[in-house]
């Protein structure tokens, strides 16, 4: 059982893991912090922006691990696929969505640790 900020959350690894798969793993949680805190950005310049408005707002994230021959691991790559729909005109729509990224704390603590791809849909 694990506690952050009031919540408490489940975290298990796959069977192929020795895991029961009953909730995400550490590292499905790591990807799901960036594409929530993304989300949850999204949503802060949204309400602080009275001429926007977000139709749809989806954030898919992946990883790559690698597991070194001492036993250790780490994520080392994190591909991040934005779609939005935002009835900005073109570039006010890119502008938006980098200010997603730009303000998205999560993304910018791990930037300087783990390359990341992002794409916009």
Excluded: W
Aim: proline fraction near 4%; aromatic fraction near 6%.
């Amino acid at each position: 059982m694990n506690r952050t900020g009031g919540h408490t959350f489940l975290a298990d690894e796959p069977v192929v893991a020795k895991g029961t798969d009953a909730a995400p793993n550490p590292v499905q949680y790591l990807l799901a912090a960036v594409g929530s805190c993304m989300s949850v950005t999204a949503r802060d310049i949204e309400n602080d922006d009275q001429h926007l408005t977000v139709k749809k707002f989806q954030v898919d994230v992946s990883g790559e691990t690698t597991t070194y021959q001492d036993g250790s691991s780490r994520v080392t790559h994190i591909t991040i696929k934005i779609t939005a729909e935002t009835n900005l005109t073109p570039s006010d729509h890119q502008f938006f969505l980098n200010e997603v990224v730009r303000k998205c704390t999560v993304h910018e603590s791990l930037v300087g640790s783990i390359p990341m791809d992002i794409e916009f849909v």
